[in-house]
């Protein structure tokens, strides 16, 4: 989903927040209050597309990636 799509999504969240206020309806658990219409989407969410990747992680993926390479290696062969 674009950032376009993202905020023609929230806007039409915003609208229909609007219409439930003049009619009066209730607000329910489930809805999304609107202030925080955006918390539901996943792309804005912490760790996202364009999220950094901690150091402490990457280093740990990368030990785990040599290790299993070690095992794999038919040492007697060589």
Do not use: C, F
């Amino acid at each position: 989903m674009s950032l376009k799509q993202t905020l023609k999504k929230a806007k039409q969240i915003e609208r229909q927040l609007e219409q439930q206020a003049e009619t009066g309806v209730q607000h329910s658990l489930g809805t999304v209050k609107p202030r925080n219409y955006l918390a539901l989407d996943p792309l804005l969410r912490k760790g996202g597309i364009h999220g950094k990747e901690d150091i402490d992680i990457v280093r740990k993926k990368r030990r785990r990636e040599t290790k299993q390479q070690l095992r794999k290696t038919d040492w007697l062969s060589e």
